[in-house]
């Protein structure tokens, strides 16, 4: 039993804080729409402006948009003459929000608050009885995850993260063999065959589904320089196959880590490179405590990362 004197001031803080809480989190889910909705880039080419005209430029329904604004207006996104009864979205906000903001467009990252909250149950149903939640059970994760590395990975990949590397670039010109593990959608490996045509590029993952799609979109691309395949990287085995592997933000997910990073060191040449991408935290909560992302990335490790590894 706790012992110690309550006290009152702290739990009224706390109250005022839960109550944060729960308005941000209602927030999150009003600016995952305006995202998906294009609601916000639409916005951005307007100034004040009624619900009808924003509804009528982004091609929704008028009542929904406008209980979208007021929920926005509250929550102090949106701005709003109450005279001319009219919304407009700061130039300021709006640099956050929308896609040319990219890759600082925070609302991509919204989207990631719904698409946990899809699979609450089977998470709640872990915590009692153990085991983790599949891949296949997430609507729209890996469709997410595509488009938030597309503005945090691919629009550096070739111009600053690939030249990190000493040499890197030259070699690729020339003609060498990539592998990308838990490749996802595929797009940073299709981005690097379509820029470096005398290299050859696989793409590994877990998921029937991220695997298909990004067949499909190599074949719309038409490339010819790259494959992919289903892979358990945990029993992946290869001997000195590529010059270059890459991973990104993948690494973290497996229920082996040093089992897939020890295979990497297998199927790497000799002077082979490895190349990975991962979250800047500690291993220690302790460490986290004033991470700016911490309580959203132990969250997601929590709804995703975590429990599709058990």
Same mark, same amino acid.
């Given at each position: 039993?706790?012992?110690?004197? $309550?006290?009152?001031?702290?739990a009224d803080?706390?109250?005022?804080?839960?109550?944060s809480?729960?308005?941000?989190?209602?927030?999150?889910?009003?600016i %995952?729409i305006?995202?998906?909705t294009?609601?916000?880039d #639409?916005?951005?080419?307007?100034d004040?402006? &009624?619900s009808?005209?924003?509804?009528?430029? !982004?091609?929704?329904?008028?009542?929904?948009?406008?209980?979208?604004?007021?929920?926005?207006? =509250?929550g102090?996104? #949106?701005?709003?003459?109450?005279h001319a009864?009219?919304?407009?979205?700061?130039?300021?906000h709006? &640099?956050f929000?929308t896609?040319k903001?990219?890759p600082q467009?925070?609302?991509? =990252?919204?989207?990631?608050?719904?698409?946990?909250? +899809?699979?609450e149950?089977g998470? =709640?149903?872990?915590?009692?009885?153990?085991?983790g939640?599949? +891949?296949?059970?997430?609507?729209?994760f890996?469709?997410?995850?595509?488009?938030e %590395?597309?503005?945090?990975?691919?629009? %550096?990949?070739?111009?600053k993260?690939l030249p990190?590397?000493?040499?890197l670039v030259?070699?690729?010109? /020339?003609?060498? /063999?990539?592998l990308?593990i838990?490749?996802g959608?595929g797009?940073a490996?299709i981005? @690097?065959?379509?820029?470096?045509? /005398?290299? /050859?590029?696989?793409?590994?993952?877990?998921?029937?589904?991220?695997i298909?799609?990004?067949?499909? &979109?190599?074949?719309?691309?038409?490339?010819?320089?790259?494959?992919?395949?289903?892979?358990?990287?945990? #029993?992946?085995?290869?001997?000195?196959?590529?010059?270059?592997?890459?991973? $990104?933000? =993948?690494?973290?997910?497996?229920?082996?880590?040093?089992?897939?990073l &020890?295979?990497?060191?297998?199927a790497l040449?000799?002077r082979g490179?490895?190349?990975?991408?991962?979250?800047? !935290?500690?291993?220690d909560?302790?460490?986290?405590?004033?991470?700016?992302l911490? !309580?959203?990335?132990?969250?997601?490790?929590? @709804?995703?990362?975590?429990?599709?590894?058990?």
């Open positions: 039993m706790k012992t110690g004197r $309550f006290d009152q001031a702290r803080a706390f109250a005022e804080r839960l109550l809480v729960l308005n941000d989190a209602a927030l999150t889910l009003m %995952s305006g995202h998906r294009g609601l916000f #639409v916005m951005d080419e307007l004040f402006a &009624s009808e005209v924003i509804a009528e430029a !982004a091609g929704c329904n008028e009542r929904y948009v406008r209980e979208w604004l007021n929920a926005l207006v =509250v102090g996104i #949106v701005d709003y003459d109450a009864k009219a919304y407009q979205l700061p130039a300021e709006a &640099s929000l896609r903001s990219s467009n925070m609302a991509v =990252v919204a989207q990631f608050i719904p698409v946990l909250a +899809y699979v149950n998470v =709640v149903d872990a915590f009692k009885h153990g085991g939640v599949p +891949y296949e059970a997430y609507h729209r890996h469709e997410v995850m595509a488009e %590395s597309g503005q945090t990975i691919l629009s %550096s990949l070739t111009d993260i990190m590397v000493h040499g030259d070699k690729l010109n /020339q003609g060498i /063999q990539i990308d838990g490749c959608y797009r490996l981005l @690097m065959a379509k820029t470096y045509p /005398q290299s /050859q590029f696989t793409g590994y993952d877990l998921c029937d589904e991220t298909a799609h990004a067949v499909h &979109s190599a074949k719309e691309n038409k490339i010819q320089n790259i494959h992919f395949e289903k892979m358990d990287l945990s #029993v992946w085995d290869e001997q000195e196959k590529y010059d270059l592997i890459t991973s $990104f933000d =993948v690494i973290h997910d497996q229920a082996k880590p040093a089992q897939v &020890s295979n990497v060191f297998k040449k000799p490179i490895f190349l990975m991408q991962d979250i800047k !935290a500690s291993s909560v302790a460490g986290n405590v004033h991470h700016p911490g !309580a959203l990335i132990y969250t997601i490790s929590c @709804m995703h990362c975590m429990t599709v590894s058990l």
